[in-house]
């Protein structure tokens, strides 16, 4: 079992930025593949960004292209998002997830069925 633990989340105006990270306990974090999604209220859970378990691939969702990163450190068991050029439909609960079997695949996967283990969310807020 793994466990996920956002934190940066808060309240920033547009155009700010927010750095947030995601903690995962257990040994075997360098074998999953780690994801971004939201929730915004009323909306569907969407993906956001994903990186593989070597970190040598990424994917965005369109409306981020640009303007958030994702990254991982696997000596730190951390995956982390930086948001830049925040714009208020940014607006959401962000949770991390990781893929189990993300070590056999060589490309994300932006699928929510995907993704077997889930942060508790990090709420974070863009005021125009």
């Known amino acids: 079992q793994v466990q996920l633990v956002e934190s940066g989340g808060g309240l920033v105006q547009a155009g700010g930025s927010l750095r947030l990270s995601c903690a995962a306990s257990?040994?075997?974090?360098?074998?999953?593949?780690m994801a971004w999604f939201r929730q915004a209220p009323g909306k569907e859970r969407e993906f956001v960004a994903g990186?593989?378990?070597?970190?040598?691939?990424?994917y965005y969702v369109d409306s981020v292209k640009g303007r958030f990163s994702i990254s991982r450190d696997n000596a730190k068991n951390t995956v982390y998002l930086q948001m830049n050029s925040l714009k208020p439909e940014d607006t959401a609960v962000y949770y991390c997830?990781?893929?189990?079997?993300?070590?056999?695949?060589?490309?994300?996967?932006?699928?929510?069925?995907?993704?077997?283990?889930w942060g508790q969310g990090t709420q974070v807020t863009v005021s125009s």
């Open positions: 997830a990781a893929d189990r079997s993300g070590i056999f695949r060589v490309a994300v996967v932006p699928y929510r069925s995907e993704y077997d283990y």
């Open positions: 990186i593989t378990w070597s970190g040598g691939s990424t």
């Open positions: 257990g040994r075997t974090f360098s074998s999953y593949a």
